[in-house]
């Protein structure tokens, strides 16, 4: 990690794994893209979710599968199109947590 990500705690290329529920996710995934601007409308279906709820409040089914889909297409922006780091979906599914990589493919196998 370089100076300015220490001192402005940059996530770590690696920081998927750490996420432990599909918000943390979805911002942990977003913090890879290098130009956040790509992703924007993504992030918009995001902050609806999250203006709505209240402190400690976790997403319902309805916004958690918002979420996942909205990694999944911010999963597809860094595999495809994302211009300083090269990522493969196997390499991003890796890092993920157990229970969200099922969560994703169990969301992606009833899509």
């Given amino acids: 990690m370089s100076f300015l990500g220490?001192?402005?705690?940059?996530?770590?290329?690696?920081?998927?794994?750490?996420?432990?529920?599909?918000?943390?996710?979805?911002t942990a995934a977003a913090a890879l893209v290098s130009d956040p601007q790509h992703i924007d409308p993504l992030l918009d279906r995001v902050r609806a979710i999250t203006a709505k709820l209240q402190p400690g409040e976790q997403p319902g089914p309805t916004d958690t599968a918002v979420l996942l889909q909205t990694y999944v297409g911010i999963e597809a922006y860094l595999t495809a199109n994302e211009p300083l780091r090269a990522f493969t979906k196997e390499?991003?599914?890796r890092r993920l947590d157990p229970e969200l990589r099922i969560k994703i493919e169990t969301y992606e196998a009833k899509g």
């Fill in 6 to 26: 220490t001192l402005f705690g940059t996530p770590k290329t690696a920081s998927l794994g750490g996420a432990k529920s599909p918000l943390e996710l979805v």
């Fill in 91 to 93: 390499d991003l599914r």
